[in-house]
């Protein structure tokens, strides 16, 4: 997938990841919360059970203690049970034999019927939960006396369990949530199947391997696609309707032409002098504007051209070309180097750059082809290096050379469009010609092509 498709599909994963895990931890935490809230509520139905059996078991002595006559929890008898019982008040305060050891004491003073939770801790430092109740009772004087009923339990085993849960439940969260989130991988790689059709035919169009998208698009995609295909076919259809425009003006132009250039060659000789030089150069007005009109360029719907090939081709025709100045010209081209321009426009535009470096130089030229890369574009572009030998171009000339009709060397055969050419047939495609010098003082052109 492209790096804009992924980045979708990576958003939405991410965002729906954080709802995910909110959700799973306010879950948790609510959860959490709902289990200790029971939990401590149980415990202090513990404590006021054990309260309730004090006081239905104790009774009053003759000193004035409050004793329970039996104790129904055998907890309470056991040293380090975790159950605790205590009465103050009267002469003595009783303490249950599970509080032998554990230096636990009760503060609370609590007025009768009221009911007061506190936390404490033992001797080893050992949190726990106790409830002090504050009761009257009457001796068997006939008097009446304050007693704090206190009974407490060792949390510690309960903070344990609660450890454990808390555990359980933040790994059951978590799981759960992964798998959500591939449940949700899923189902956004089938719902994304569409797009990534998309996205495979509009690379083929790109690559010039078929001209329109294909049909039965769910509705949320139908509008786009179809306004695509419209768009592509009339866009094709107009490109069809200038060609043809242009064919009939070039044929319509050609006979005129042809009766001017008879009409001359009846003229005086001085006259058809004078009319030659403006006739050819109204044909090579024609025929440059004509294809300029319907240059290629570089487009989406281009296929990728390999370079390779027609530049070896160009290498050997100018070596028959210029056969008597012997020329070496030195390809060093990218194995992967390709470009989506049309092949006509691409050997114009590399056949002027050598051509130029094999008439002007002194016969050494070397031409360089390699992808240019950008981190935002999907296909590369193409740098084209040419470089020779020769006099090279002064930097104030440099400017003037890439205007038609001029040459920076009068006394060689030419018409100055080589440059010009290279350079419109560059800006068609959205890059730059620039002219520079190499190391030794020859002169360095050097294309760039964008990529998409």
Not at 116 to 125: C, P, T, Y
Not at 197 to 214: D, P
Not at 329 to 357: C, K, M, Q, S
Not at 392 to 401: N, P, Q, S, T
């Given at each position: 997938?492209?790096r804009?498709?992924?980045?979708l599909?990576?958003?939405?994963l991410?965002?729906?990841?954080?709802?995910?895990?909110?959700a799973?931890?306010?879950a948790t935490?609510?959860?959490?919360?709902?289990?200790?809230?029971?939990?401590?509520?149980?415990?202090?139905?513990?404590?006021?059970a054990?309260?309730?059996?004090?006081?239905a078991?104790?009774?009053?002595?003759?000193?004035?203690?409050?004793?329970?006559?039996?104790?129904?929890?055998?907890?309470?008898?056991?040293?380090?049970?975790?159950l605790?019982?205590?009465?103050?008040?009267?002469?003595?305060?009783?303490?249950?034999?599970?509080?032998?050891?554990?230096?636990?004491?009760?503060?609370?003073?609590?007025?009768?019927?009221?009911r007061?939770?506190?936390?404490?801790?033992?001797?080893?430092g050992?949190?726990?939960?106790?409830?002090?109740?504050?009761?009257?009772?009457?001796t068997?004087?006939?008097?009446?006396?304050?007693?704090?009923?206190?009974?407490?339990?060792?949390l510690?085993?309960?903070?344990?369990a609660?450890?454990?849960?808390r555990?359980?439940?933040?790994?059951?969260?978590l799981?759960?949530?992964?798998?959500?989130?591939?449940?949700?991988?899923?189902?956004?790689?089938f719902?994304?199947?569409?797009?990534?059709?998309?996205?495979?035919?509009?690379?083929?169009?790109?690559?010039?391997?078929?001209?329109?998208?294909?049909?039965?698009?769910?509705?949320?995609?139908a509008?786009?696609?179809?306004?695509?295909?419209?768009l592509?076919?009339?866009?094709?259809?107009?490109l069809?309707?200038?060609?043809?425009?242009?064919?009939?003006?070039?044929?319509?132009l050609?006979?005129p032409?042809?009766?001017l250039?008879?009409l001359?060659?009846?003229?005086p000789?001085?006259?058809?002098?004078?009319?030659?030089?403006h006739?050819?150069?109204?044909?090579?007005?024609?025929?440059?504007?004509l294809?300029?009109?319907?240059?290629?360029?570089?487009?989406?719907?281009?296929?990728?051209?390999?370079?390779g090939?027609?530049?070896?081709?160009?290498?050997?025709?100018?070596?028959k070309?210029?056969?008597?100045?012997?020329?070496?010209?030195?390809?060093?081209?990218?194995?992967?180097?390709?470009?989506?321009?049309?092949?006509?426009?691409f050997?114009?535009?590399?056949?002027n750059?050598?051509?130029?470096?094999?008439k002007?130089?002194?016969g050494?030229?070397?031409?360089?082809a390699?992808?240019?890369r950008?981190?935002e574009?999907?296909?590369?572009?193409?740098?084209?290096?040419?470089?020779?030998?020769g006099?090279g171009?002064?930097?104030?000339?440099?400017?003037?050379?890439?205007?038609?009709?001029t040459?920076?060397?009068?006394s060689?055969?030419?018409?100055g469009?080589g440059?010009a050419?290279?350079?419109?047939?560059?800006?068609?495609?959205?890059?730059?010609?620039?002219?520079?010098?190499?190391?030794?003082?020859?002169?360095?052109?050097?294309?760039?092509?964008?990529?998409?």
């Amino acid at each position: 997938m492209t790096r804009a498709a992924a980045s979708l599909r990576a958003r939405v994963l991410v965002t729906l990841a954080l709802l995910l895990l909110i959700a799973a931890g306010g879950a948790t935490w609510a959860l959490d919360t709902l289990y200790r809230d029971l939990g401590l509520r149980g415990r202090r139905e513990v404590l006021e059970a054990q309260v309730v059996a004090l006081i239905a078991a104790a009774e009053a002595d003759a000193q004035g203690r409050l004793v329970p006559a039996d104790i129904a929890d055998a907890r309470l008898a056991t040293p380090g049970s975790g159950l605790y019982a205590a009465i103050s008040g009267g002469t003595a305060p009783w303490r249950s034999p599970s509080m032998v050891g554990t230096g636990l004491e009760f503060s609370a003073r609590p007025a009768p019927g009221e009911r007061r939770f506190e936390d404490l801790r033992l001797a080893d430092g050992s949190r726990v939960l106790a409830l002090s109740f504050g009761t009257r009772w009457t001796t068997a004087t006939g008097g009446a006396q304050d007693y704090s009923i206190h009974a407490a339990e060792n949390l510690e085993p309960w903070y344990a369990a609660m450890a454990r849960m808390r555990a359980r439940l933040v790994a059951g969260a978590l799981l759960l949530a992964g798998l959500l989130l591939a449940g949700l991988q899923l189902a956004l790689r089938f719902a994304m199947r569409p797009l990534r059709r998309l996205e495979a035919e509009l690379a083929g169009i790109e690559h010039g391997r078929r001209e329109l998208l294909g049909g039965e698009w769910p509705r949320e995609l139908a509008g786009i696609t179809g306004n695509l295909n419209a768009l592509l076919a009339g866009e094709r259809g107009r490109l069809e309707r200038y060609r043809t425009t242009l064919g009939n003006l070039a044929h319509s132009l050609k006979t005129p032409l042809a009766a001017l250039g008879g009409l001359s060659e009846a003229a005086p000789p001085e006259q058809q002098q004078a009319l030659a030089p403006h006739l050819q150069r109204m044909q090579e007005i024609i025929r440059h504007q004509l294809r300029r009109a319907v240059l290629g360029g570089a487009g989406p719907t281009l296929a990728d051209l390999a370079i390779g090939e027609p530049l070896e081709q160009l290498r050997q025709a100018l070596g028959k070309v210029y056969a008597e100045r012997r020329p070496r010209i030195t390809l060093r081209v990218a194995a992967d180097a390709a470009y989506p321009i049309d092949a006509g426009d691409f050997l114009e535009l590399a056949g002027n750059l050598l051509d130029n470096a094999c008439k002007y130089g002194h016969g050494e030229v070397v031409l360089r082809a390699g992808p240019w890369r950008q981190p935002e574009w999907r296909r590369p572009g193409l740098i084209l290096e040419v470089e020779d030998n020769g006099p090279g171009i002064a930097a104030a000339e440099r400017e003037r050379v890439l205007q038609r009709g001029t040459r920076a060397d009068e006394s060689v055969e030419g018409q100055g469009l080589g440059l010009a050419v290279a350079r419109e047939i560059a800006t068609a495609c959205g890059g730059t010609l620039e002219i520079g010098a190499t190391p030794a003082g020859g002169a360095r052109i050097e294309v760039r092509l964008p990529g998409r």
